[in-house]
Protein backbone atom coordinates (compact mmCIF):
# COMPACT_ATOMS: atom_id res chain seq x y z
CA UNK A 1 0.00 0.00 0.00
CA UNK A 2 1.43 3.22 -0.94
CA UNK A 3 1.93 6.15 1.58
CA UNK A 4 -0.39 8.31 -0.91
CA UNK A 5 -3.30 5.48 -0.18
CA UNK A 6 -2.74 4.56 3.32
CA UNK A 7 -2.48 9.01 3.83
CA UNK A 8 -6.25 8.99 1.91
CA UNK A 9 -7.35 6.28 4.19
CA UNK A 10 -6.15 8.04 7.29
CA UNK A 11 -8.24 11.05 6.48
CA UNK A 12 -11.07 9.62 5.35
CA UNK A 13 -10.94 7.65 8.66
CA UNK A 14 -10.58 11.09 10.82
CA UNK A 15 -13.30 12.42 8.83
CA UNK A 16 -15.62 9.76 9.66
CA UNK A 17 -14.84 10.20 13.42
CA UNK A 18 -15.22 14.06 13.35
CA UNK A 19 -18.86 13.88 11.73
CA UNK A 20 -19.73 10.30 14.37
CA UNK A 21 -19.70 13.27 17.01
CA UNK A 22 -21.97 15.23 15.15
CA UNK A 23 -25.53 13.98 17.08
CA UNK A 24 -28.24 13.62 14.66
CA UNK A 25 -31.54 15.35 14.78
CA UNK A 26 -34.36 13.04 16.92
CA UNK A 27 -36.65 11.25 14.84
CA UNK A 28 -39.79 12.92 13.50
CA UNK A 29 -42.20 10.78 15.83
CA UNK A 30 -45.69 10.22 14.91
CA UNK A 31 -48.78 11.51 16.99
CA UNK A 32 -49.39 9.21 19.87
CA UNK A 33 -52.85 9.16 21.15
CA UNK A 34 -54.11 7.71 24.60
CA UNK A 35 -57.55 6.39 24.99
CA UNK A 36 -58.61 9.63 26.15
CA UNK A 37 -56.89 11.77 23.62
CA UNK A 38 -58.91 9.83 20.86
CA UNK A 39 -62.37 10.00 22.52
CA UNK A 40 -61.56 13.51 22.21
CA UNK A 41 -60.35 14.09 19.06
CA UNK A 42 -64.13 11.88 18.32
CA UNK A 43 -65.59 14.87 20.12
CA UNK A 44 -64.01 16.97 18.22
CA UNK A 45 -64.29 15.49 15.08
CA UNK A 46 -68.15 14.93 15.49
CA UNK A 47 -69.05 18.69 15.76
CA UNK A 48 -66.72 20.10 12.90
CA UNK A 49 -68.80 17.32 10.89
CA UNK A 50 -71.68 18.91 12.55
CA UNK A 51 -70.26 22.37 11.04
CA UNK A 52 -70.54 21.57 7.51
CA UNK A 53 -73.49 18.82 7.39
CA UNK A 54 -75.66 19.96 10.34
CA UNK A 55 -77.97 22.30 8.58
CA UNK A 56 -78.86 19.88 5.96
CA UNK A 57 -80.12 16.86 8.48
CA UNK A 58 -81.64 19.24 10.94
CA UNK A 59 -85.41 18.19 10.84
CA UNK A 60 -86.35 21.93 10.79
CA UNK A 61 -84.81 25.53 10.06
CA UNK A 62 -83.47 27.14 13.11
CA UNK A 63 -85.88 30.33 12.48
CA UNK A 64 -89.45 27.87 12.09
CA UNK A 65 -91.51 28.70 14.48
CA UNK A 66 -93.34 25.26 14.54
CA UNK A 67 -94.31 24.18 17.77
CA UNK A 68 -97.97 24.04 19.39
CA UNK A 69 -96.94 25.50 22.89
CA UNK A 70 -93.74 27.13 24.37
CA UNK A 71 -91.38 24.46 26.08
CA UNK A 72 -92.98 21.49 24.84
CA UNK A 73 -90.85 18.47 26.33
CA UNK A 74 -88.60 16.34 24.94
CA UNK A 75 -90.38 13.27 22.13
CA UNK A 76 -93.51 15.50 21.87
CA UNK A 77 -95.22 15.71 18.81
CA UNK A 78 -97.22 18.89 17.00
CA UNK A 79 -99.76 17.83 14.41
CA UNK A 80 -98.83 18.57 10.89
CA UNK A 81 -94.79 19.49 11.74
CA UNK A 82 -93.13 15.73 13.60
CA UNK A 83 -91.00 14.94 16.29
CA UNK A 84 -89.48 17.72 18.48
CA UNK A 85 -86.77 15.22 20.22
CA UNK A 86 -85.16 18.06 22.18
CA UNK A 87 -88.58 19.93 22.44
CA UNK A 88 -88.99 23.61 21.73
CA UNK A 89 -88.05 26.37 23.09
CA UNK A 90 -89.44 29.71 24.52
CA UNK A 91 -90.79 30.89 20.83
CA UNK A 92 -91.58 27.13 19.84
CA UNK A 93 -88.54 26.52 17.92
CA UNK A 94 -87.09 23.06 17.44
CA UNK A 95 -83.99 22.80 19.85
CA UNK A 96 -82.53 19.99 18.24
CA UNK A 97 -82.46 21.98 14.75
CA UNK A 98 -81.05 24.87 16.37
CA UNK A 99 -78.30 22.60 17.99
CA UNK A 100 -77.38 21.58 15.25
CA UNK A 101 -77.28 25.06 13.43
CA UNK A 102 -75.61 26.72 16.54
CA UNK A 103 -72.81 24.77 15.81
CA UNK A 104 -71.83 26.09 12.32
CA UNK A 105 -71.69 29.69 14.07
CA UNK A 106 -69.81 28.29 17.69
CA UNK A 107 -67.59 25.36 16.55
CA UNK A 108 -67.20 26.85 13.01
CA UNK A 109 -66.41 30.41 14.50
CA UNK A 110 -64.10 29.08 17.19
CA UNK A 111 -62.25 26.46 14.69
CA UNK A 112 -61.27 29.84 12.47
CA UNK A 113 -60.41 31.56 14.85
CA UNK A 114 -58.17 29.44 16.34
CA UNK A 115 -56.20 28.56 13.24
CA UNK A 116 -55.85 32.17 12.85
CA UNK A 117 -54.31 32.75 16.32
CA UNK A 118 -51.86 29.72 15.61
CA UNK A 119 -50.84 31.44 12.10
CA UNK A 120 -50.24 34.58 14.58
CA UNK A 121 -48.82 32.75 17.96
CA UNK A 122 -46.49 30.21 15.94
CA UNK A 123 -45.23 33.04 13.64
CA UNK A 124 -44.63 35.55 16.22
CA UNK A 125 -42.99 32.79 18.97
CA UNK A 126 -40.76 30.93 16.66
CA UNK A 127 -39.80 34.39 15.42
CA UNK A 128 -38.88 35.65 18.69
CA UNK A 129 -36.88 32.81 19.77
CA UNK A 130 -34.71 32.35 16.41
CA UNK A 131 -34.11 36.14 16.02
CA UNK A 132 -33.37 36.76 20.14
CA UNK A 133 -32.54 40.06 21.01
CA UNK A 134 -34.63 43.38 20.66
CA UNK A 135 -36.88 41.24 18.89
CA UNK A 136 -37.95 38.94 21.41
CA UNK A 137 -37.97 41.75 24.17
CA UNK A 138 -40.22 43.97 21.83
CA UNK A 139 -42.70 40.65 20.87
CA UNK A 140 -42.92 39.59 24.39
CA UNK A 141 -43.99 42.78 26.09
CA UNK A 142 -46.96 43.03 23.77
CA UNK A 143 -47.76 39.60 24.56
CA UNK A 144 -47.25 39.94 28.44
CA UNK A 145 -49.22 43.35 28.18
CA UNK A 146 -52.36 41.11 26.02
CA UNK A 147 -52.15 38.53 28.85
CA UNK A 148 -52.00 40.84 31.33
CA UNK A 149 -55.85 41.61 30.90
CA UNK A 150 -58.95 39.72 31.46
CA UNK A 151 -59.81 37.49 28.47
CA UNK A 152 -63.93 38.34 29.33
CA UNK A 153 -63.31 42.00 29.91
CA UNK A 154 -61.10 42.59 26.64
CA UNK A 155 -63.43 40.29 24.70
CA UNK A 156 -66.12 42.37 25.66
CA UNK A 157 -64.17 46.06 25.22
CA UNK A 158 -63.29 45.12 21.94
CA UNK A 159 -66.65 44.02 20.59
CA UNK A 160 -68.74 46.79 22.42
CA UNK A 161 -66.24 49.11 20.45
CA UNK A 162 -66.10 47.35 17.14
CA UNK A 163 -69.52 45.69 17.18
CA UNK A 164 -70.75 42.19 17.42
CA UNK A 165 -69.75 40.98 13.36
CA UNK A 166 -68.73 37.88 12.64
CA UNK A 167 -65.38 38.80 11.30
CA UNK A 168 -65.00 40.67 14.44
CA UNK A 169 -65.89 38.12 16.94
CA UNK A 170 -62.94 35.46 14.86
CA UNK A 171 -60.58 38.57 14.75
CA UNK A 172 -61.12 39.41 18.46
CA UNK A 173 -60.70 35.69 19.36
CA UNK A 174 -57.52 35.04 17.35
CA UNK A 175 -56.01 37.94 19.15
CA UNK A 176 -56.94 36.82 22.68
CA UNK A 177 -55.40 33.13 22.25
CA UNK A 178 -52.85 34.05 19.75
CA UNK A 179 -51.17 35.01 22.89
CA UNK A 180 -50.75 31.72 24.93
CA UNK A 181 -49.85 30.18 21.58
CA UNK A 182 -47.08 32.67 21.30
CA UNK A 183 -45.76 31.34 24.96
CA UNK A 184 -45.94 28.00 24.06
CA UNK A 185 -43.82 28.03 20.40
CA UNK A 186 -41.02 30.88 22.12
CA UNK A 187 -40.52 28.21 25.01
CA UNK A 188 -40.45 25.03 22.52
CA UNK A 189 -38.58 27.62 19.96
CA UNK A 190 -35.62 27.91 22.45
CA UNK A 191 -35.64 24.89 23.91
CA UNK A 192 -34.83 23.27 20.12
CA UNK A 193 -32.72 26.35 19.34
CA UNK A 194 -29.95 25.21 21.70
CA UNK A 195 -29.83 21.34 20.65
CA UNK A 196 -26.97 19.84 19.38
CA UNK A 197 -28.46 18.62 16.07
CA UNK A 198 -29.74 23.01 15.76
CA UNK A 199 -25.68 23.45 16.48
CA UNK A 200 -24.67 21.15 14.09
CA UNK A 201 -26.92 22.77 10.99
CA UNK A 202 -25.53 25.98 11.73
CA UNK A 203 -22.14 25.05 11.90
CA UNK A 204 -22.73 23.26 8.35
CA UNK A 205 -23.94 26.79 7.56
CA UNK A 206 -27.38 25.92 7.18
CA UNK A 207 -30.02 28.68 6.68
CA UNK A 208 -32.50 29.90 9.40
CA UNK A 209 -35.00 28.95 7.31
CA UNK A 210 -34.36 25.62 6.95
CA UNK A 211 -33.11 25.28 10.80
CA UNK A 212 -36.72 26.76 10.97
CA UNK A 213 -38.66 24.35 8.55
CA UNK A 214 -36.41 21.45 9.07
CA UNK A 215 -35.46 21.31 12.49
CA UNK A 216 -37.76 23.60 14.69
CA UNK A 217 -40.96 23.40 13.55
CA UNK A 218 -41.27 19.29 12.92
CA UNK A 219 -39.87 19.13 16.76
CA UNK A 220 -42.59 21.86 18.21
CA UNK A 221 -45.39 20.33 15.94
CA UNK A 222 -46.57 16.94 18.48
CA UNK A 223 -46.79 19.40 21.32
CA UNK A 224 -48.52 22.56 19.53
CA UNK A 225 -50.69 20.23 17.40
CA UNK A 226 -52.00 18.80 21.28
CA UNK A 227 -52.49 22.35 22.58
CA UNK A 228 -54.83 23.17 19.29
CA UNK A 229 -57.48 20.99 20.75
CA UNK A 230 -56.98 22.34 24.26
CA UNK A 231 -56.91 25.91 22.73
CA UNK A 232 -60.05 25.08 20.23
CA UNK A 233 -62.18 24.70 23.81
CA UNK A 234 -61.21 27.57 25.09
CA UNK A 235 -62.16 29.63 22.10
CA UNK A 236 -66.24 27.70 22.37
CA UNK A 237 -66.60 28.58 25.80
CA UNK A 238 -65.36 32.28 24.95
CA UNK A 239 -67.49 32.65 21.97
CA UNK A 240 -70.29 31.16 24.00
CA UNK A 241 -69.85 33.58 27.25
CA UNK A 242 -70.39 36.70 24.70
CA UNK A 243 -73.22 35.24 23.28
CA UNK A 244 -74.67 34.12 27.02
CA UNK A 245 -73.98 38.26 27.51
CA UNK A 246 -75.75 39.30 24.47
CA UNK A 247 -72.48 40.33 22.38
CA UNK A 248 -72.02 37.19 20.80
CA UNK A 249 -73.37 36.20 17.97
CA UNK A 250 -77.00 37.99 17.19
CA UNK A 251 -80.59 36.84 16.73
CA UNK A 252 -82.06 34.89 14.91
CA UNK A 253 -78.60 33.04 14.24
CA UNK A 254 -79.01 30.16 16.76
CA UNK A 255 -75.96 30.08 18.94
CA UNK A 256 -75.26 27.66 21.59
CA UNK A 257 -74.29 30.44 24.08
CA UNK A 258 -77.22 32.61 23.34
CA UNK A 259 -79.65 29.12 23.37
CA UNK A 260 -78.29 28.91 27.39
CA UNK A 261 -79.50 32.19 27.97
CA UNK A 262 -82.63 32.48 26.18
CA UNK A 263 -84.09 29.17 27.75
CA UNK A 264 -83.33 29.98 31.44
CA UNK A 265 -86.63 31.26 31.93
CA UNK A 266 -88.07 27.20 30.79
CA UNK A 267 -86.49 26.15 34.78
CA UNK A 268 -89.50 28.32 36.68
CA UNK A 269 -91.95 25.77 34.34
CA UNK A 270 -89.57 22.43 34.60
CA UNK A 271 -87.92 22.81 31.90
CA UNK A 272 -84.43 21.97 32.34
CA UNK A 273 -83.31 20.17 29.45
CA UNK A 274 -83.73 23.38 27.87
CA UNK A 275 -80.62 25.14 28.55
CA UNK A 276 -79.04 22.02 29.57
CA UNK A 277 -79.23 20.64 25.85
CA UNK A 278 -77.11 23.46 24.19
CA UNK A 279 -75.33 23.67 27.14
CA UNK A 280 -73.69 20.06 27.10
CA UNK A 281 -72.59 20.92 23.31
CA UNK A 282 -70.35 23.43 24.70
Do not use: C
Not at 9 to 23: S, V
Not at 30 to 39: D, H, P, Q, V
Not at 89 to 97: Q, T, V, W
Not at 150 to 177: H, K
Request: charged content about 15%.
Amino acid sequence: MTDVTQNAQGEDDQDKTIYDELPDAPPKKRLKLSWTGKIGVVVVGFWLVMVVIGPWISPFHEADIIGDDSYLPPMSTTEGEGLHVLGTDYLERDILSRILWGARMTVGISFLATLLAYMMGVTAGIAAAVKKGWTDMILSRINDAILSLPTIMLGLLIVVALGSSIPILIGTAAIIYASSVFRIARAYGQEIMVMDYVESAQARGETIWWIIFREVLPNAAMPLATDFGLRLVFVVLFISSLSFLGLGIQPPAADWGSMVRQNLDGLQYGSWRLPLSPLASI
